[in-house]
């Protein structure tokens, strides 16, 4: 079982981004520790420091139900694009380390369906 991020769409041939439950725990910690903050010390993450002491446009998707909640708009996905596109122009395309691998080509996955959706104007669903 897992998560997957699609546009609200009605089309099953539109781009997605998925993972697992634990695989997306990890790569929003890790999009939160390269934002500047550790995501384990925020309130709904066993921390008890509030979102609004957190200066990131990454919010509604770091600080998002997994499953569940509203769906971001295009609005939001507008907004969390550039950084997105910052995280990922961070690291060079050959880097070494597979984990870090991994995390940006879900970073670049996810800027292609945030795309599609400001294309679209359709929200971005938590499935």
Request: glycine share 8%; proline share 8%; net charge negative.
């Amino acid at each position: 079982m897992g998560l997957m991020l699609f546009p609200g769409d009605d089309d099953v041939s539109s781009p997605d981004v998925s993972w697992s439950y634990s695989g997306f725990a990890a790569f929003r910690s890790w999009l939160a520790q390269a934002d500047g903050f550790t995501l384990a010390d925020m309130h709904g993450f066993g921390g008890d420091r509030p979102w609004s002491n957190v200066s990131t446009t990454l919010a509604p998707l770091l600080d998002h139900p997994d499953d569940s909640g509203p769906d971001l708009t295009p609005a939001q996905c507008a907004a969390m694009l550039p950084r997105l596109e910052a995280i990922t122009a961070q690291w060079p395309h050959g880097d070494s380390d597979p984990v870090l691998g991994r995390r940006i080509d879900d970073v670049r996955e996810l800027i292609a369906v945030m795309k599609f959706c400001l294309d679209k104007d359709v929200e971005l669903i938590f499935g």
